[in-house]
């Protein structure tokens, strides 16, 4: 069983910033795009963001500029980077494969306070 432990969520002030990594336990973790996803309070849980396994990223619109998703395949982690961190940013991130599997990690809890 696939196993995604995510961490590095804390609170942060709006303008600051945070790495979070993600680690996967199981699967060829190099041949396998990957995605950050988060989920606000009352919210359903959204895509932020997509690396192939070639090394080719895509953001959601709310997040482009300020977030850059990365990986090290070698570690079977991948890595998200939040600059300009924003309130609206306030959610319980996770990872996953991309498009995601149905196996989803406990998440890390990331807010910003304003």
């Known amino acids: 069983q696939v196993q995604l432990v995510e961490s590095g969520g804390r609170l942060v002030q709006s303008g600051g910033s945070l790495r979070l990594p993600c680690a996967r336990s199981?699967?060829?973790?190099?041949?396998?795009?990957m995605g950050w996803y988060r989920q606000a309070p009352g919210n359903q849980r959204e895509w932020v963001a997509v690396?192939?396994?070639?090394?080719?990223?895509n953001y959601a619109d709310a997040v482009k500029g300020r977030f850059t998703i990365s990986r090290d395949n070698a570690k079977n982690t991948v890595y998200l980077q939040m600059n300009s961190l924003k309130p609206e940013d306030t959610a319980v991130y996770y990872c996953?494969?991309?498009?995601?599997?149905?196996?989803w990690g406990q998440g890390t809890q990331v807010t910003v306070s304003s």
């Open positions: 690396i192939t396994r070639r090394g080719t990223t």
């Open positions: 996953n494969t991309y498009p995601s599997g149905t196996s």
């Open positions: 199981w699967g060829i973790f190099s041949i396998s795009d």
